[in-house]
């Protein structure tokens, strides 16, 4: 039982509890003034309004059209989200496609024809129709050339002052740059006198004698290269055994360097006399007099000797001058010969061609030329830098074993070559 | 201290770089690489310090400047390059399928195609810069000329390289531009004069030539597809200057149809261009010499031109089989003669070997079969001495079979006092000119010998009026007269020598003679095989 306030005691009426046993007592204590007071309303309204039969159904009773707001709340919970509404909509017009395959060509149906098919067909028709034969496609193997340095200049479009004129790009200074060997070594340079192919004697013979020379120089270099080898010998290598005993000696050398010196810095404790730093003093100012004397002497020799020293001068500077003089012109020659290498590979130097006295032709019907044309342009062009020398192959064996493989196609050839051949037989 | 330069920003370490980087700056592979660089005329540099150009590594790179690559960015073939190279991908794709139709439409109409004008026009801002270089360009056409078609070289190609050739040669023959010709071992050399520029090519005998494996053929095929593009425009100008259309109707053979174009007009013209040309090659000389040209050896000179035009003038000559036709026709032609050949050779001879008018037959054979009495019989080492001497030489000697002259190389320029083997000796005349200019070189010799004897008598104190000349009097007569014109000048010489000689120190003095008896020493030597020919000759 809650607790009861003040006031709820106040208002609530106490009420009697009476016996309900009997029929007698059931009808007498009951309670019947709700029932008494619903009734009243009922007449009261009856005597103010009319009854119900009389009046129409709209007194009586209120349709409710706005319907009740909770329901209205489910009912919008179970709707579909709009997201989902507008992607169900669908439009006539269909949309882009995207993706790998968008440019592929539209499938073509069987029986009609492309549009270069249809062309083609076209073509023929007409030709056949008109009753010529087909010309064959004209090329023309010179383009039509006009004067490249006379030519009128380009007609300008109409400009206008908001549109930018395209300008052409300019080339750097160091385009015009050309160096050196390709300005002073001609691109066909002419043989000597002795290359011809009925050539004097002498011509002949400073030509094989240049051609010998060079020779020489090659196998010169060969030489040196086999001397310098055969000089290195298994004996003069260094040995392990020596290498070891060097070490050794080097190790007591640098222990008893170390021992002598930590002698001398150590401040041992000894003590100078008099007569010792007296003795020391008198040695350095000895020392630093006779130093000053040879200055004095010195300088005294030089100033007696000044105009040959001025002379000696002179003779220094020419001396550099000269020698600068040499090696400008000495750099100058280089640079016009070339390069020797270019990058890793190396200038190949055209090849003198000569024939020895037994080769040399009577006539000019018997004359057997010497020498490959192609080697020789392709070597001139290397020697004028103007192309870079193909690069050694340092490895001339493959680095992977090449493998073999076999299409999936060869292995139906025998077939396809029967089927070929039974092709062959019918027609 | 001013700012510190942060390492790499200037210098050879910025103004250099290496070929990987320029591959990789600009997209493209080596091969395209490779042709942009000549097609575009880049060329690699040697940098003074590698270490320095390539950031510390001592490894062997090739350089470019790096501007020039920057430049090689703006260049449009790139896009055509990148193209190609996208075609190539799908022809190789759609071939590799089988689908054998359609490689061939997409070749036909996709192909991307380039044209090298716009690289010509930069190279070669005007016409005298290609010509300049127009010696290697026809040394090239001609080596892809005689080749055979192979899968390499196309067809289209060798019969560009024909036709522009023989257009280039048909025009040297209108204008008559050939000077001199050398026969060597390794193939014809030409020299040409186009508007005051000597052009120096070489073309191969024919022979079959086979590209060798060194050789890097799309190099040579690069600068193929170059020089093809600038001998079109070449020859298209050179035909203008002529006044004749352009391409010329040409058999094969480089015949032109019977029109000689616009020739009686300008040959007024091409003699006062020509003087003036030889006028410009005495004037290079002249910075070279610092001696005055003079007057004299300009007309020389031109005369020579003249009579190399006129040299085949009358003369009708007939090539025989075994002889090198295109060469021989080329030489004959420039020089004004008329020529035909065996139908056997190809082409189409003028006129047959048995036509009356023919003055000069040309043969290689040991000996002649059935020689006809108005024919001279010569070799053809003849056609080419007469072109380098500018004179007709005597034909008896080139006769088939004779123990022939020796073919000098008329590129090798002799110098002051040196020996000149007369080639074959010239006709009749010559032999007196021959004795006349040995006279003036003597003069010259005994000059030299007064003057020297004035200078050690001036040396001993003797003054001059007393100085008697001794030697020089006997011969003075005879060459005074061959030798008047040059007397004027020789006085300045020895003027001008003289002031030189007085302001000398000792030392130089010195050398100064020792100079002058070696030169002493070989005019002696000289002098001696001349005086032997003499005497051989009048053995004779």
Redesign the interface.
Known sequence: MAPVTVKEKQDVPVKKQTSRKGKKAWRKNIDVEEMETGLEALRSEERVRGTQAELPDEAHFILDDTGDAQVAKEVRKQRTLKVDEILAERSAVPAVKSGRFVHDKPTQKSGELSKTQTRQVNKLFNRKAKGQPLKPKKKSHIKSTYDLWDAPSEATQPTSDFIEKPTKVKAPATMSMIPKVTQHVSAVVVPQAGASYNPTEADHHALVQHAADIEFKKIKEAMKVDSKLARISASTLPDEHDLKDENEVEDEEEDAEEESDTEQDGKTGKRKTTAQRNREKRRRTMLADHADKQTHRRIGQQITHVASTIEALDEKDKIIEESTLARQAHKELREKQGLKTVGSGRVMQPNVEVQLEEELSESLRQLKPEGNMFMDRFASLQQRNIIVPPSQNKNPKRRYALKVYERRSYKNFDLKEAQKQKRKQRN | MGRIQKKGVKGAASNYIT?QQALRKLQISLADF?RL??LK??????PRSKKKANKGSTA???FY?A??I??LL?EPLLIKFREYKAFAKKLNKVLHKGDKSTAK?LNENNRPIY?L?HI???R????ID?LR?L??AI??LY?FANMPVDNRLKA?TV??CQ??LAEFQNYVLQAQCLRKV??????I?FQAEIKGQTI???V??Q?T????T???FR??ST?LDFYVTLM??V???LY?EINAT??PNLDDGFRLDKQKVGSTNTEADDEAAEELDEFKESDQQDDQDANAVSLSEIQQASQEVKNLKELFKSHVFFLSR???RYALEFMIRSCGGQVSWDASTGGSPPFDESDERITVQVS???KVNRRVMSRTYV???WIADCVNARKMLKSSLYAPGEL?P????P??VAKDGDYV?DAGVESEDEELVATKTSDQQTGVDNEEDTYEAELKAEASGIPYSEYEPSQGDEDKPAPKKASKKRSQEDVELAEQKEMATVMMSQKKRKLYNIMKESNQRKADQTKKLQDRKKALKNKK
């Open positions: 070929r490779r660089c000549i005329g880049i060329y690699p540099r040697d062997p790179a090739t400047y501007k020039d920057q430049y703006h439409s044209t004008d010509v026009k930069e070669y801002p005007t016409f290609a270089d010696d290697d040394s090239m080596l289209k019969k560009s036709t522009l050398f026969f060597s071992i390794k193939g050399y120096t090519w070489v191969p005998y022979f030539q086979e590209i060798p060194d050789v890097d190099v040579m600068f079109g425009f020859n298209y100008r203008n352009y391409p075994e002889t090198p290689d054979r040991p070799q053809p080492q022939l020796p073919h000098l190389s590129f090798v083997p």
